[in-house]
C-alpha cells in the first residue's frame, strides 16, 4: 500500500519567547485541523536567551507528534555580528545557510512533502529561500489584531504627509 507524503510547513518565528509562542499556537491550531500536515518550527536562539529551550522542554509531552522543534545551530560565531540598530536582522541573516539545509532536508524526505514556509515579520529575508525551494511564502504578524491596526494607522498618516 502506498501511503501518502504529508504536508510538511516550515515555521520560521523571530528570536524571542513573544515570537517563538505565538508561532507555536497558531502551528497547534493549524494540526488540529488538518490531520495531514506537519510542522517544522526552526529556533534561532539568542545566545543570552536562556528561556527558549526550557519553553520548548516544557511543551514537547504535550505536543502532537506531528510538531517538531530543530534549533538552528550557525557554524560561525556570533562574535562577528555587531550589536547595533540592524543587530536582530544581522542575526537572522545568519541562519539562511541553515535554514536551507533543513528545507533541503524536508524537500529531499520520502515521508514529507515542503507545502511552504511560514516566516514572523521580522523575517521577510527568507522569502528569497522561499522563492529558491519553489515554495510559498506566508507572513506571520505575531502581534494582535489591535496592533497591526496601530502599524497601518501609522503607516496612512505618513503617507498623507
Same mark, same amino acid.
Given at each position: 500500500?502506498? +501511503?501518502?507524503?504529508?504536508?510538511?510547513?516550515?515555521? @520560521?518565528?523571530?528570536?524571542?519567547?513573544?515570537?517563538?509562542?505565538?508561532?507555536?499556537?497558531?502551528?497547534?491550531?493549524? @494540526?488540529?485541523? *488538518? +490531520?495531514?500536515?506537519?510542522?517544522?518550527?526552526?529556533?534561532?536562539?539568542?545566545?543570552?536567551?536562556?528561556?527558549?529551550?526550557?519553553? $520548548?522542554?516544557?511543551?514537547?509531552?504535550?505536543?502532537?507528534? $506531528? @510538531? $517538531?522543534?530543530?534549533?538552528?545551530?550557525? *557554524? *560561525?560565531?556570533?562574535?562577528?555580528?555587531?550589536?547595533?540598530?540592524?543587530?536582530?536582522?544581522?542575526?537572522?541573516?545568519?541562519?539562511?545557510?541553515?535554514?536551507?539545509?533543513?528545507?533541503? *532536508?524536508?524537500?529531499?524526505?520520502?515521508?514529507?512533502?515542503?507545502?511552504?514556509?511560514?516566516?514572523?515579520?521580522?523575517?521577510?529575508?527568507?522569502?528569497?529561500?522561499?522563492?529558491?525551494?519553489?515554495?510559498?511564502?506566508?507572513?506571520?504578524?505575531?502581534?494582535?489584531?489591535?496592533?497591526?491596526?496601530?502599524?497601518?494607522?501609522?503607516?496612512?498618516? $505618513?503617507?498623507?504627509?
Amino acid at each position: 500500500m502506498n +501511503e501518502m507524503k504529508k504536508a510538511e510547513l516550515v515555521f @520560521i518565528p523571530s528570536p524571542g519567547m513573544g515570537h517563538l509562542v505565538s508561532s507555536v499556537e497558531l502551528a497547534k491550531l493549524l @494540526i488540529e485541523r *488538518e +490531520e495531514q500536515l506537519s510542522i517544522t518550527v526552526l529556533i534561532m536562539k539568542l545566545p543570552f536567551d536562556t528561556n527558549i529551550i526550557s519553553y $520548548r522542554n516544557s511543551l514537547s509531552a504535550s505536543l502532537s507528534s $506531528r @510538531i $517538531r522543534f530543530l534549533e538552528l545551530i550557525k *557554524e *560561525e560565531p556570533s562574535s562577528q555580528l555587531t550589536f547595533s540598530h540592524s543587530f536582530l536582522f544581522q542575526f537572522i541573516d545568519s541562519h539562511k545557510s541553515c535554514v536551507k539545509e533543513v528545507l533541503a *532536508e524536508i524537500s529531499n524526505s520520502v515521508s514529507s512533502d515542503l507545502s511552504g514556509i511560514v516566516i514572523d515579520m521580522f523575517c521577510t529575508s527568507f522569502i528569497d529561500v522561499a522563492n529558491e525551494f519553489g515554495v510559498s511564502c506566508y507572513i506571520f504578524y505575531t502581534s494582535g489584531a489591535a496592533m497591526l491596526g496601530l502599524v497601518f494607522h501609522l503607516q496612512s498618516l $505618513r503617507d498623507d504627509l
